[in-house]
């Protein structure tokens, strides 16, 4: 397993709208490796979910675990969210905006269809922090970052930050 580089905001790449994943892709040995890499990735950074578009891969599939022991992985491959209730305000990070976190409301339950690792079709209803987790990581499918959901002048604030934070590890 290889650790993959993590584009950081702003980097422009992690704008891209992420193509759908061939099926027929899913189980090939690339792609599983690549699954693989991205889980070593995510938990070596450390986070709870990693979209492919976050390691400037634009095809429509995620990792997420968010278990405390690290032993239950999630692959996601063309998700869909299907039906979404209520409203939850969560305290969010990124690991394409090291450092930051902030509020966003998402929805509080979600139903998601999606194809596993081995390419089967699955449905899944959950909410909380899986559910948080899972729009999180979609958004960065379509483009878009947690900090989207901040005015301009706290998105603005964030990124003088993340290029000060630049400025004194280099």
């Not at 002048?153 to 000060?164: D, F, I, N, P």
Request: charged letters at 25%; a negative charge.
């Amino acid at each position: 397993m290889a650790l993959l580089p993590i584009l950081e905001f702003p980097d422009p790449r992690l704008r891209t709208k992420a193509a759908l994943v061939d099926a027929a892709e899913v189980t090939t040995p690339g792609f599983q490796t690549l699954l693989d890499d991205m889980f070593q990735t995510m938990y070596d950074a450390p986070g709870i979910g990693l979209a492919a578009s976050q390691v400037d891969v634009h095809k429509r599939f995620m990792v997420i675990d968010i278990s405390e022991e690290k032993n239950a992985p999630m692959v996601f491959i063309n998700p869909q969210i299907t039906a979404q209730d209520g409203g939850q305000v969560y305290q969010e990070g990124c690991l394409s905006v090291p450092g930051i976190f902030a509020d966003v409301t998402r929805a509080d339950t979600i139903t998601v269809r999606f194809l596993d690792r081995q390419g089967q079709p699955q449905e899944l209803t959950t909410g909380g922090l899986l559910a948080v987790c899972i729009q999180h990581e979609m958004d960065h499918l379509e483009g878009k970052l947690f900090i989207d959901y901040l005015s301009p002048l706290k998105r603005e604030m964030v990124r003088k930050k993340l290029a000060k934070q630049r400025k004194h590890v280099a």
